[in-house]
């Protein structure tokens, strides 16, 4: 199995849904049992990759991938066109390792807040199943049309989660939430099959060349297609198009004159087109963060969603949008990532401020929660703008700490709202004195979520404001002040969780009156504290001893600020040389 671990990890949920379709609605306690047990071997198998991962290997943004599996897939020839090519192609390196560890955690966490589902349990589970396939996929895929099926795999079964099983309101959250999303894939699969027009794969074009030895490719034989292809020596009909996402981001395998060339020239709004094309696909992923102005299906998504959902949104789901940026826009468009420093840090830090205002108006404990992630999610942002180490390093740190940190928020709100069925802060006073072991893993998720030190939160902002504040000097991208108004942020977020601390749990034990009749406010039970134990003591562990993860993903952040660094500024330069004449 370690030959194809990546692809048991991928697909390890999936074969248990392909179980669960094939038994009877009526074993619902056999169902819950194999989901369990699917989304365990993804746990398993995610912990394994991450011990057998070697963070020093990781050599720079375009190499150093691990465990690699690479097969054609979908292969034609268009005759004097070239040839068609899609591969199956899966790969790990810091970047990623991070969020497959985290998507192995947070799955076997959701199942476990599952189990007091009672509607449809065959239907919610294969749903499950398949969206947390979805999900390890895009982290894994390193192939662009691989890693936009995955990405639109994930929008079916999240709509139909939140639509069939959540509140009131689900199918205007649903719908909502598949608009948002929708509008996004599309934007990003534009900008997908320009790239796919533009870039070729150079050792599939060799391959076509009859240049390659019997003991296949090496660099000097890349380096010659590289070569004759922008000397346009190479015939449209023995170029090989790829949807490889390392060779997109290898300036040389772009074919000369194609739309998406540095020296394209071609114009679309006063803005060169890779500009554009960069706009477009960063806004697909922003709306995935979620970044203000793009974030409002977020809080009815959440508050809508039953409590498991909201878990894998916010731990997961959200995180595929700054991965993307991190693994597909940067990477390919650093020259327009270094152009629109100011406006991704300014929507950051936007995000930081608005969405911890939001949180200090809420009244509603679940929409306080959803819009701190909006909050905290700016971070990433802001860390990817300055493009230093450290913030890019805070950036990949902020999104496994997040995640870890929201799952236990949303299972404490989930946790009150089983027992009394109303999340309103106004509502409850003293819960200390009724519900004391609930009350200590909702300090500690408070605590975390607002950076206290010792935290897993602590270190993710701690780098990120480090590599905010050195970036006009190293980079020159930011202005300091950019960052200096996202310090307030913390100060915010510790107002909006210490206020509902002080109203919801201390004081004289007091409920709403007409809550007080259907209200059991018992303590936490084992199944709860068999999902918060783990998270509580994850969160403590990655504050207290970060390297363990920073080992893991340093050089992979130090590699990719080199590459979007040096490539970026040589781009810039020759793309904004084209307009100007």
Known sequence: MTDFILSSLIFSPLLAAFVLLLMPARMQKPMKAIALGGALVQMVLAILLYFRFDGAATANGQQGYQFVEKLDWIGFSLGSLGRFQIEYFVGVDGISISMVLLTGIIGVIGVISSWTIKKNIKGYFLLYLLLLTSVMGCFLALDFFLFYLFFEFMLLPMYFLIGIWGGPKREYAAIKFFIYTLVGSLFILIVMIGLYTSVIDPAATAAQLDM?????????????????????????????????????????????GSLLHVLSGTVLWDLPIRFIAFLLLFAGFAIKVPSVPVHTWLPDAHVEAPTPISVLLAAILLKVGGYGLIRIVYPIFPDAGAYFAVLVGGLGVLSIIYGALCALAMNDLKKLIA?????????????????????????????????????????????IYDRAHDRMILNFRGLAKRMPAYTTFVVIAFFASLGL?????????????????????????????????????????????????????????????????????????????????????????????????????????????????????????????????
Do not use: C
Request: hydrophobic fraction near 55%; avoid cysteine.
């Open 212 to 256: 390659l030895q019997q003991d296949g490719t090496n660099p000097n034989v890349i380096l010659q297609v590289q070569q004759l292809l922008q000397q346009n020596a190479i015939s449209s009909a023995d170029i090989v198009r790829t949807f490889s996402i390392p060779a997109m981001m290898d300036p040389a395998n772009f074919i000369p």
């Open 371 to 415: 819009y701190s992630s909006v909050s905290h999610m700016g971070f990433v942002l802001l860390g990817l703008a300055s493009l230093t180490s450290e913030g890019v390093n805070g950036a990949i740190y902020m999104m496994f700490s997040h995640g870890i940190i929201s799952a236990m928020l949303f299972l404490v709100v989930g946790v």
């Open 453 to 581: 030190p010792g935290f897993s939160g602590f270190i993710a902002e701690l780098l990120v404001l480090v590599g905010g504040f050195s970036s006009p000097d190293i980079t020159g991208l930011l202005p300091r002040w950019l960052t200096i108004v996202a310090v307030f942020g913390l100060l915010l977020a510790a107002a909006y969780y210490l206020w509902a601390l002080q109203r919801m749990f201390f004081g004289k034990y007091w409920i709403f009156p007409e809550l007080r009749e259907k209200a059991s406010m018992s303590d936490l039970n084992a199944r709860e504290y068999l999902m918060l134990v783990p998270l509580a003591i994850l969160a403590l562990l990655f504050g207290i001893f970060p390297h363990l993860l920073l080992d893991k993903i340093g050089m992979a952040a130090q590699g990719f600020t080199e590459l979007v660094l040096q490539n970026g500024q040589e781009q810039l330069n020759m793309v904004l040389s084209t307009i100007i004449k």
